[in-house]
């Protein structure tokens, strides 16, 4: 199963790619994503509270779930600086079996005005003990602990919560996720630990999203999307020295209306989002968003929207073929077999929802050699059954689109290049650089030498994040739809989005920052 290639341009993605030069001062080196966690069944959780950063240089008090204790490992292995605090938004993330019996207990080291607090995992049948009585749940008073305990009966994503004063515990940070890995391994898939065809590492937590052959990826990204509204934070943190034992706390805190002035993915905003998983800069914010991948790879995306809006997230490049949601596989009523997912042009989370979808891109549908091959030159492009060049992973055009091979971008360019093709590039004294400006509408290493420009072959300055010469990938913006949300604290650009690099093959990804 493939979804169908699409491009998408729209007046926001232009707005994004004239502002992208902005960011270069800010970025240091390429920082890729994963999706980072800690490893049960069994977890000892707090409930705390923090300040995090965001872009504009507040700093934000926020409640947060963390690790009480240290956990038993981390995942994936190898990661770069990989920690669990005793607060961290989103929460950590809580990596499980299939058929696990999982114990999370919380304790809440919340201010005791806060009240008691609590964590709901919906979709699971939960047992309970310890703690006192609440709506929802059983909760953890000031200075105490509660204990959940279920068996993580269904594969996929899914969201945990605060069950306690919801619109307050949820906005101030009091949410995070559970990837639960499928039993098996279906038919087709690549087992976990096993290098990808062209012999680059394995970071997958799973071979599959799901026990279906259709679910098998290659690489896999997990984003929170939420929203936060600085006023409710100062509320609280005026009161949170109030003395209170009341299970409901002490504190008088409006939660409408509701003016948010802060999106993020996994915590951060553009361009925090983008800095390494981990990063020492961002001691409560620990995990990034920061996609890249390889021309034909299945990529799991793992969406979870939090907090009270609905969250309309763009992946340009292509559309995401929805798996599942909230662990629940789609699939056709005549035949159970097959999956049925709609394909998405944006992501819409709705609160609390989780969905599992993938995304690929393989350069069809451009109609154009995205390699920059010319007759003569001596490179090979043999279709596969599916019109594809698989049959050396480690070529540096694998996974091309032979129908497009040898075919110029323009047709009568002008400069250097001989007419024909291939392209030649602006004139450097009118182009605009960015921080992911690859140097060239090629991939590869040597793109910027094959588009020769007629002022030269200089690469462009300021590109950090996508280095003319040894990354030289294709950037994309991913990002929410509600322009807004493009904003920190209403300064464009911002927000709610981040970018996904299509890098060449001669490139490797290594999750491990």
Known sequence: MRPIDSTSTNLIGRLLRAAAAAFASMLVAAAHAAAPGIVGPTFNLDAEAAYISQPDGASVYSWGYGCHTAPASFLPAG?????????????????????????????????????????????FAVTTSGGMPGVLTREAPHGGSVTYTFMASTPGTHAYYSGSQGDLQIEMGLYGAIIVRPSGVPAGCRAVGVALPDGQPDFRLAAAAYNHSEACYDREYLFQFSEMDPVIHSQAEAQAGLNCNLPNGCMIVATEPYHPAYFMINGRSMPDDMDPNYAAQYPH???????HMHPGEMVLLRVIGTGRW?????????????????????????????????????????????????????????????????????SVCIPDANGYYTADPTAP???????????????????????????????????????????????????????????GTTPPSGTVANPPSSEAGFAYMWHSHNERELTTNNI??????????????????????
Not at 83 to 101: A, K, R, S, W
Not at 322 to 327: E, I, N, Q, Y
Not at 421 to 447: E, M, Q, R
């Open 79 to 123: 990661m770069s600086g990989a920690g669990c605090p005793t607060m961290q938004i989103p929460g950590p993330t809580l990596i499980v079996n299939q058929g696990d019996t999982v114990s999370v207990t919380l304790t809440n080291n919340l201010p005791a005005a806060a009240g008691n607090t609590s964590i709901l995992f919906p979709g």
């Open 285 to 291: 914010q620990p995990y990034n968003g920061n996609p």
């Open 310 to 378: 609905q969250h309309p997230f763009h992946e340009h490049a292509n559309h995401v073929r929805v798996l599942a949601r909230d662990g629940n596989l789609l699939l056709t009523q005549t035949d159970p077999t097959k999956l049925a997912g709609p394909l998405l042009f944006t992501t819409t989370t709705t609160p609390g929802l989780a969905m599992d979808g993938i995304f690929y891109w393989t350069g069809k549908g451009l109609n154009w050699d995205v390699y920059g091959h010319k007759p003569g030159d001596g």
């Open 397 to 455: 055009n694998y996974y091309e689109w032979c129908q497009d091979h040898n075919k110029p971008l323009e047709a009568r360019p002008f400069g250097d290049v001989a007419s024909g093709g291939p392209v030649t590039l602006p004139d450097p004294n009118i182009l605009a650089n960015g921080a992911w400006y690859g140097g060239s509408p090629y991939l590869g290493p040597d793109a910027t030498v094959r588009a020769t420009a007629f002022t």
């Open 492 to 513: 464009f650009p911002g927000g709610m989005m981040m970018m996904m690099l299509v890098d060449p093959q001669a490139f490797v990804i290594n999750e491990a920052n």
